[in-house]
C-alpha cells in the first residue's frame, strides 16, 4: 500500500496538498520545539495562500496584524 492510499485526505486535491503545507508551516510556527521561523516575506505568501483557500483571494486585505511568529531572518 502506497502512503499516498494510506493518507487520510485526498492527496490527489491540489487545493488540500496546499492546505496541509500550510498547517504543517503554521504548526512549526507555534511550536517551541522547532527552530522554525518565518521572514516578513515569508508570512505575507502564507497569509495569501489562507486567503485564497478561505476564498477570499490574495487581492483582499493586507496581512493581519494579529499574525505572529516567534522570530523573523
Not at 496538498?17 to 515569508?42: G, N, T
Amino acid at each position: 500500500m502506497s502512503l499516498l492510499d494510506a493518507a487520510c485526505f485526498n492527496a490527489s486535491d491540489p487545493e488540500t496538498r496546499l492546505h496541509r503545507r500550510v498547517v504543517e508551516i503554521r504548526d512549526a510556527v507555534v511550536d517551541s520545539r522547532v527552530p522554525f521561523e518565518m521572514s516578513d516575506a515569508e508570512r505575507v505568501v502564507v497569509e495569501a495562500v489562507e486567503k485564497h483557500l478561505l476564498g477570499r483571494g490574495a487581492s483582499a486585505d493586507a496581512p493581519s496584524a494579529g499574525a505572529t511568529t516567534r522570530g523573523t531572518r
